[in-house]
């Protein structure tokens, strides 16, 4: 059966239309058939390499080094000798934290990825070969955590519900079978922009945008098993305010495939990524009033100035300079990328990444 079969099914079995997150759930993460779980390759340079997009640590090994600074200085306040990563892609985040763990003696005794594509876990456990007796993968979050956890762009790809507003009312919007392909189809829903609870805002008719009720959960679930430690999460969003803004009419939903961009997540189904920008204000607020503690919410560029990749770049040839540029530019992953931290709510302490430009204050 293939993913396009598989998703008619449910569509019918559900009785002729399906929730966009639960589209978009299968379209990523069906077993065997989704994006992320069918086999195909994902990360890279360049598209003649068969590669969808490229992350940050693919594009200069200064991101994960500067980022092990944050993580070092956590595992020391913290007391823990574990690091937790969600969603680690290639294998080239986990890769360079380890190295630059290492060689800042930051006593890591175990690192664990929480995986669920098992093509991305052999291609993990290759580039991880030097560290083998270190590295561990689990199928789903522990039940408790004594750790620094990490996650470089996995929130972006937790499915999300749609919603549309007609001028009058917000209505949900799902998939329908259209023959062999899909379309949406809106339902009456109770469903609302988080800032809309009641009233339409400044909304224009034809708006469509996103809640992430999965994100959040996960937020919350992390919230209540991170006995120790601290966690950081690096992902593209916005803050709600700007997020829910009524000139943010087409939502953010976007698609990858072959390094190009696209807004229609119903063509090529299982051939290409579907993300959705983060509501920062959402996670800050989930974690928050699960028992987080927010150390910091930031740009990137920010972060990482902060973490020290200004003196790591000193030491960098010309070509390694020029890509890690692009973590910094305003114009390229800088400012459009955030990072937020979190921390067990008994035991805060001044994260160095956000020592300069922390904008907590706008969540």
């Known amino acids: ?6 998703i008619h099914a449910e569509i019918a079995s559900a009785g002729g239309w399906l929730p966009f997150d639960r589209f978009m759930a299968m379209a990523l ?9 069918g086999g195909r390759r994902k990360f890279g340079q360049m598209p003649s390499e068969g590669s969808d997009f490229v992350t940050a640590p693919e594009m200069s090994p200064l991101f994960g080094r500067a980022l092990a600074r944050q993580v070092a200085q956590a595992l020391a306040h913290s007391g823990c000798t574990e690091v937790v990563e969600f969603g680690a892609g290639s294998g080239a985040l986990a890769a360079q934290l380890i190295a630059e763990l290492d060689a800042l003696g930051a006593g890591l005794a175990r690192y664990r990825i929480v995986e669920l594509s098992a093509e991305l876990r052999e291609r993990q456990r290759e580039r ?31 499915p999300v519900q749609l919603i549309a507003f007609d001028g009058q009312v917000w209505r949900e919007r799902g998939v329908v079978s259209a023959g062999a392909g899909f379309a949406f189809e809106d339902r009456d829903s109770m469903l609302r922009p988080p800032l809309q609870e009641s009233g339409h805002g400044g ?4 708006t469509v945008t996103e809640i992430h009720p999965q994100a959040e959960a996960f937020t919350r679930t992390l919230a209540g098993r991170l006995r120790r430690g601290a966690a950081f999460f690096i992902d593209y969003g916005f803050p709600e305010a700007e997020y ?10 976007m698609c990858h495939q072959a390094h190009l961009a696209d807004a229609d997540p119903l063509v090529a189904v ?20 699960a028992g987080l503690v927010v150390l910091g919410y ?41 990072v937020v931290g979190f921390a067990p709510l008994q035991a805060p302490f001044d994260a160095q990444g956000f020592e300069r430009g922390d904008r907590s204050h706008k969540l």
């Open 298 to 338: 930031t740009s990137q560029a920010n972060f990482l100035l902060n973490c020290g990749i200004a003196e790591l770049l000193a030491g960098a040839s010309l070509g390694e300079r020029a890509m890690a540029h692009r973590l910094l530019a305003e114009h390229e992953m800088g400012e459009l990328f955030k």
């Open 270 to 289: 299982g051939d290409k990524d579907i993300t959705a920008h983060v509501n920062f204000t959402g996670i800050a607020l989930a974690g928050q009033d």
């Open 1 to 6: 059966m293939t993913l396009a079969d598989r």
């Open 244 to 253: 829910y803004h009524p000139q943010r009419r087409g939502g953010t939903l």
């Open 203 to 206: 909304f224009v008719p034809g």
């Open 29 to 37: 993460y069906e077993p065997g058939l989704g994006y992320y779980t």
């Open 128 to 158: 991880l070969a030097p560290w083998a007796g270190r590295v561990e993968w689990l199928d789903a979050l522990p039940d408790a955590l004594e750790a620094v956890v990490v996650g470089n762009e996995v929130l972006d790809a937790m």
